[in-house]
């Protein structure tokens, strides 16, 4: 019986016996073949290991795309914790990503110069040899086995709760581990990578999107990295750091103090933050920003009830009403309105009202119409003495934004979820996921949006992100991390089922199983106790704010 395998811009495939996703790579004229990574098979991420046995579409990834990046990545992060398990004997705990590079230290001591050379030396030996990884389906009772041979023992107990079976493990010349998604299958494929020794863990970094053939240029920020030490050292000490850990918790019924916990924390945060503005007399602007799904809109009410207790009074003006008419909005490459440029704002009426109103003022704030894409007459503002000025939105860090106002008279604020749980020490679950979860959840229940529709968009929003906000997180005064530790836990209720409703048919369907495949290791925590005050109400709903 042949086989037929479907491509979306080439010409069908038929095999008269079963073949592997990389020998239908080399039947094919795809213009990448050097770039390719991993493959969708009917819309799930495989590796080009993956045996086709049936009629099948296939798609193949490439290390340029966000997906590809992904899974370029996990690969060479699986490659860097066995060859350090094989030549170092260290264990690492992969901790956070920043500039696209990722850190991790060591529950054993600094890593050392000693140890990032045998390390590095192994993994080029693994890319010159081609060594390959192989991934394999085993019984959940194998699978704990070796991982309990292999010292992981927080995977092994993670296994436990988890209970799926078979469980899908990679392999590389005999050491195993599990991850959220797709590796390429042999290390030739991904040469391209760098270690960097710093305060006393390593990062390791990948390509460049800008040249593939080069690494991503290191790039740290004191502040940054501050804000993730402090918050990884929260979470060890609550002993939370792991799905693992979170498991147990749930099991012996802490779930509504563990709530708690994580929303003093935000409180004694944002406390804080009021307590340093408050100090600042010269300040009269307050700028947020945040990519989306980040809890801007919650994060910006609850600043200002801070600043209330601190009898500081404060008006908002809301950017929304600031957009060119429609016939003035940029467009992006694709010929779409780009409504995330910063062109798409009036830059020169923001600024004029922005000085008016801090020399006391009154301005003519129009009101946006969405629909027709008109700015109509809206309302009249004026600030009464000593009030604070807020505005939030994407670009609220980009000082073209408010360039008519004095340095010293700004203080801004970065907000996202910077970091949090991983599922264990190898596998951290990525921050854009949960922002992603997030939308999908708000989008959803205030927008009528469908989860596929969401999950489709997310990549331009994503691209977005990285185009307007993220290069001018350094100019906050200070970074608020908006994730909560026991924010999956309560999310998976909600959006489990919004990603099962996903057809196989849809082109969101492989997103929606890898989201899933991560959900996998996250217990469930109900929303019942979770304050009406909460950044998490904004998505689920109930906030006290809307």
């Given at each position: 019986?042949?086989?037929?395998?479907?491509?979306?811009?080439?010409?069908?495939?038929?095999?008269?016996?079963?073949?592997?996703?990389?020998?239908?790579?080399?039947?094919?004229?795809?213009?990448?073949?050097?770039?390719?990574?991993?493959?969708?098979?009917?819309?799930?991420?495989?590796?080009?290991?993956?045996?086709i046995?049936?009629?099948?579409?296939?798609?193949?990834?490439?290390?340029?795309?966000?997906?590809g990046?992904?899974?370029?990545?996990?690969?060479?992060?699986?490659?860097?914790?066995?060859?350090?398990?094989?030549?170092?004997?260290?264990?690492?705990?992969?901790?956070?990503?920043?500039?696209?590079?990722?850190?991790?230290?060591?529950?054993?001591?600094?890593?050392?110069?000693?140890?990032?050379?045998?390390?590095?030396?192994?993994?080029?030996?693994?890319?010159?040899?081609?060594?390959?990884?192989?991934?394999?389906?085993?019984?959940?009772?194998?699978?704990?086995?070796?991982?309990?041979?292999?010292?992981?023992?927080?995977?092994?107990?993670?296994?436990?709760?988890?209970n799926?079976?078979?469980?899908?493990?990679?392999?590389?010349?005999?050491?195993?581990?599990?991850?959220?998604?797709?590796?390429?299958?042999?290390?030739?494929?991904?040469?391209?990578?760098?270690?960097?020794?710093?305060?006393?863990g390593?990062f390791?970094?990948?390509?460049s999107?800008?040249?593939?053939?080069?690494?991503?240029?290191?790039?740290?920020?004191?502040?940054?990295?501050?804000?993730?030490?402090?918050?990884?050292?929260?979470?060890?000490?609550?002993?939370?750091?792991?799905?693992?850990?979170?498991?147990?918790?749930?099991?012996?019924?802490?779930?509504?103090?563990?709530?708690?916990?994580?929303?003093?924390?935000?409180?004694?945060?944002?406390?804080?933050?009021?307590?340093?503005?408050?100090?600042?007399?010269?300040?009269?602007?307050?700028?947020?920003?945040?990519p989306?799904?980040?809890?801007?809109?919650?994060?910006?009410?609850?600043?200002?009830?801070?600043?209330?207790?601190?009898?500081?009074?404060?008006a908002?003006?809301?950017?929304?009403?600031?957009?060119?008419?429609?016939?003035?909005?940029?467009?992006?490459?694709?010929?779409?309105?780009?409504?995330?440029?910063?062109?798409?704002?009036?830059?020169?009426?923001?600024?004029?009202?922005?000085?008016?109103?801090?020399?006391?003022?009154?301005?003519?704030?129009?009101?946006?119409?969405?629909?027709?894409?008109?700015?109509?007459?809206?309302?009249?503002?004026?600030?009464?003495?000593?009030?604070?000025?807020?505005?939030?939105?994407?670009?609220?860090?980009?000082?073209?934004?408010?360039?008519?106002?004095?340095?010293?008279?700004?203080?801004?604020?970065?907000?996202?979820?910077?970091?949090?749980?991983?599922?264990?020490?190898?596998?951290?679950?990525?921050?854009t996921?949960?922002?992603?979860?997030?939308?999908?959840?708000?989008?959803?229940?205030?927008?009528?949006?469908?989860?596929?529709?969401?999950?489709?968009?997310?990549?331009?929003?994503?691209?977005?992100?990285?185009?307007?906000?993220?290069p001018y997180?350094?100019?906050?005064?200070?970074?608020?991390?908006?994730?909560?530790?026991?924010?999956?836990?309560?999310?998976?209720?909600?959006?489990?089922?919004?990603?099962?409703?996903?057809?196989?048919?849809?082109?969101?369907?492989?997103?929606?199983?890898?989201?899933?495949?991560?959900?996998?290791?996250?217990?469930?925590?109900?929303?019942?106790?979770?304050?009406?005050?909460?950044?998490?109400?904004?998505?689920?709903?109930?906030?006290?704010?809307?």
């Amino acid at each position: 019986m042949s086989i037929t395998i479907s491509f979306k811009d080439m010409k069908e495939i038929v095999s008269d016996f079963p073949i592997t996703a990389r020998d239908v790579l080399v039947r094919t004229d795809f213009p990448k073949k050097e770039m390719v990574v991993a493959c969708r098979v009917n819309r799930i991420q495989r590796p080009l290991s993956w045996n086709i046995d049936m009629n099948s579409t296939l798609e193949f990834i490439t290390y340029d795309t966000i997906e590809g990046a992904e899974v370029y990545i996990r690969t060479i992060c699986f490659m860097f914790t066995s060859a350090a398990t094989r030549v170092s004997g260290i264990r690492l705990h992969l901790r956070q990503s920043m500039n696209f590079s990722y850190f991790y230290d060591s529950p054993d001591g600094p890593v050392t110069d000693e140890h990032k050379k045998c390390i590095l030396a192994e993994m080029q030996r693994m890319v010159k040899e081609g060594v390959n990884l192989f991934r394999e389906e085993l019984s959940l009772d194998k699978a704990r086995a070796i991982m309990s041979a292999q010292g992981y023992i927080d995977k092994k107990r993670l296994l436990r709760w988890v209970n799926n079976d078979p469980v899908v493990l990679y392999r590389c010349e005999g050491i195993y581990d599990f991850f959220g998604g797709a590796l390429a299958d042999n290390a030739a494929i991904v040469p391209v990578f760098e270690l960097h020794l710093y305060k006393g863990g390593i990062f390791i970094s990948g390509p460049s999107f800008s040249d593939p053939s080069k690494t991503q240029p290191f790039k740290t920020s004191a502040k940054t990295f501050a804000l993730f030490q402090g918050y990884a050292k929260w979470l060890d000490n609550l002993k939370v750091a792991t799905m693992d850990n979170i498991h147990h918790l749930v099991a012996n019924g802490h779930s509504r103090d563990f709530i708690m916990i994580c929303e003093a924390l935000h409180t004694k945060t944002l406390s804080g933050i009021s307590a340093h503005i408050s100090d600042r007399p010269e300040v009269r602007l307050l700028c947020l920003a945040g990519p989306s799904s980040s809890g801007k809109t919650t994060t910006s009410r609850r600043v200002r009830v801070q600043l209330l207790a601190s009898c500081i009074n404060s008006a908002t003006l809301e950017l929304d009403n600031y957009f060119v008419e429609r016939s003035k909005t940029p467009k992006d490459h694709n010929g779409n309105f780009d409504f995330e440029a910063l062109e798409a704002l009036d830059l020169d009426l923001i600024n004029e009202h922005l000085a008016a109103l801090l020399e006391g003022k009154e301005v003519d704030v129009p009101k946006f119409d969405f629909i027709n894409g008109e700015r109509k007459k809206g309302h009249k503002l004026k600030l009464t003495d000593n009030q604070l000025l807020v505005i939030e939105g994407i670009h609220g860090l980009n000082d073209k934004l408010s360039e008519s106002v004095p340095q010293e008279n700004k203080y801004r604020i970065f907000i996202c979820p910077l970091t949090g749980a991983g599922i264990d020490m190898h596998n951290r679950i990525g921050t854009t996921d949960t922002r992603l979860l997030r939308r999908m959840l708000r989008d959803y229940r205030t927008r009528g949006h469908s989860p596929e529709a969401t999950l489709l968009q997310w990549p331009s929003v994503i691209k977005g992100s990285h185009r307007h906000i993220f290069p001018y997180q350094e100019n906050a005064d200070i970074l608020y991390n908006t994730s909560l530790a026991y924010e999956l836990p309560v999310l998976k209720g909600y959006v489990k089922p919004m990603l099962a409703s996903v057809k196989d048919d849809s082109p969101a369907y492989g997103e929606a199983q890898r989201l899933l495949s991560i959900l996998s290791f996250v217990p469930v925590i109900p929303s019942d106790d979770v304050p009406n005050t909460s950044i998490l109400r904004e998505f689920i709903g109930g906030s006290c704010f809307e």
